[in-house]
T-cell receptor, first 113, second 112 residues
Framework: GENVEQHPSTLSVQEGDSAVIKCTYS??????FPWYKQELGKRPQLIID?????GEKKDQRIAVTLNKTAKHFSLHITETQPEDSAVYFCAALYSGSARQLTFGSGTQLTVLP | EAGVVQSPRYKIIEKKQPVAFWCNPI?????LYWYRQNLGQGPELLIR????????DSQLPKDRFSAERLKGVDSTLKIQPAELGDSAVYLCASRTGGEKLFFGSGTQLSVL
């Protein structure tokens, strides 16, 4: 099955700086890669996603890049704000019949004011 | 649009007791998932439903866990009997034919 590894597990940045979280996946048949933000005690919320036919996608301060050859994808947050502090999860969707979404282990992002 | 609704929000039980969680997916979402999320980890799939059919339950501990999705809408996940290691957040999620997955707020289970 698919295996998703996420790094780093914790990340602290100063307000206004950029944050980058990286994930690798194992199954080349995966073709959809969402990122979720989860605040303490709340549900995971989809913040951005990318399909395998696209190399980069941007939405305001958030961007995701995908390198299919290397099987890794990254989340980039620019001009970080304290409200960006949360746990971020990457995931990979296997395109086969199982259609299973496998999650990374999460990154605790702390934006220091 | 109402999101995925789960209840209860919190549940505290003693070990060996039964417990049940309920999920109402977003209207029109045929695919429903139950995930378990341990503290500090990502969600792990327990079972996936396509309408009323469980199409992937390979990671559901069937000796104590059971699930149903009658009429292809609401779903119930049950644990009987609960063990200490079952303490976690149980998340329900749903989607339509597309890839975007929407989560409920989860049920935080504490087994004492």
């Amino acid at each position: 099955g698919e295996n998703v590894e996420q790094h780093p597990s914790t990340l602290s940045v100063q307000e206004g700086d950029s944050a980058v979280i990286k994930c690798t996946y194992s199954d080349s048949a995966s073709n959809y890669f969402p990122w979720y933000k989860q605040e303490l005690g709340k549900r995971p919320q989809l913040i951005i996603d990318i399909r395998s036919n696209v190399g980069e996608k941007k939405d305001q301060r958030i961007a995701v890049t995908l390198n299919k050859t290397a099987k890794h994808f990254s989340l980039h947050i620019t001009e970080t704000q304290p409200e960006d502090s949360a746990v971020y999860f990457c995931a990979a969707l296997y395109s086969g019949s199982a259609r299973q979404l496998t999650f990374g282990s999460g990154t605790q992002l702390t934006v220091l004011p | 649009e109402a999101g995925v609704v789960q209840s209860p929000r919190y549940k505290i039980i003693e070990k060996k007791q039964p417990v049940a969680f309920w999920c109402n997916p977003i209207s029109g979402h045929n695919t429903l998932y139950w995930y378990r999320q341990n503290l500090g980890q990502g969600p792990e799939l327990l079972i996936r439903y396509e309408n009323e059919e469980a199409v992937d339950d390979s990671q559901l501990p069937k000796d104590r866990f059971s699930a149903e999705r009658l009429k292809g809408v609401d779903s119930t996940l049950k644990i009987q009997p609960a063990e200490l290691g079952d303490s976690a957040v149980y998340l329900c999620a749903s989607r339509t034919g597309g890839e975007k997955l929407f989560f409920g707020s989860g049920t935080q289970l504490s087994v004492l």
